[in-house]
Antibody, heavy 114, light 107 residues
């Protein structure tokens, strides 16, 4: 069974940092590009970032460029999102998803508030 | 950035009726458009990819059409579990973008 399990969310003050993880199992993680998508409370979906299989290609939404860094560990079957200089508007549920969008995690909530 | 505009924002229908959802792109995305369904408190689920291809295990009542800038998701004979929010997404250009969503609600 394919599983994507996000972790690392929580409450952080504006300007703070957080590192999200996405643990993958049940499929060949090392053969799949991966994405992060977020959803602010009561709002729609916003694509955040993409990383290719070898990490050679990384793409970011303009809203997070320069503040967020996507990475992966193909040995540990894990995807990461390092989030720095967090703002109130980064408050959202963060989902990881495979590059073909067929598999999604259940999300982890990040709340940025003082 | 390619902007996707979905209409209507809300569709009020009864079970058994047909739903027709629209997604319009600000510039051509070819056939690089997908549709997702999101039920409350759940992760999105891929329904349609490349404009008209049903994803694995998606019932045949879901169909997608269109190319270029105008796309349609049709749900024939709505089932109770189909009342949800639907998003289109383009993967033609970076950054990837989603539409604002259409909520299909029970009339």
């Amino acid at each position: 069974e394919v599983q994507l399990v996000e972790s690392g969310g929580g409450l952080v003050q504006p300007g703070g940092s957080l590192r999200l993880s996405c643990a993958a199992s049940g499929f060949m993680f090392s053969n799949n590009g991966m994405n992060w998508v977020r959803q602010a409370p009561g709002k729609g979906l916003e694509w955040v970032s993409y990383i290719s299989v070898t990490s050679s290609t990384r793409q970011y939404a303009d809203s997070v460029k320069g503040r967020f860094t996507i990475s992966r560990d193909n040995v540990q079957n894990s995807l990461f999102l390092q989030m720095n200089s967090l703002r109130d508007e980064d408050t959202a549920v963060y989902f990881c998803a495979t590059s073909d969008w067929g598999y999604w995690g259940q999300g982890t909530l990040v709340t940025v508030s003082s | 950035e390619i902007v996707l505009t979905q209409s209507p924002a809300t569709l009020s229908l009864s079970p058994g009726e047909r739903a027709t959802l629209s997604c319009r792109a600000s510039q051509s995305v070819g056939s690089s458009l997908a549709w997702f369904q999101q039920r409350p408190a759940q992760a999105p689920r891929l329904l349609i990819y490349d404009a008209s291809n049903r994803a694995s295990d998606i019932p045949a009542r879901f169909s997608g059409s269109g190319s270029g800038t105008d796309f349609t998701l049709t749900i024939n004979s709505l089932e109770p579990e189909d009342f949800a929010i639907y998003y289109c997404q383009q993967r033609s250009n970076w950054p990837l973008t989603f539409g604002g969503g259409t909520k299909v609600e029970i009339k």
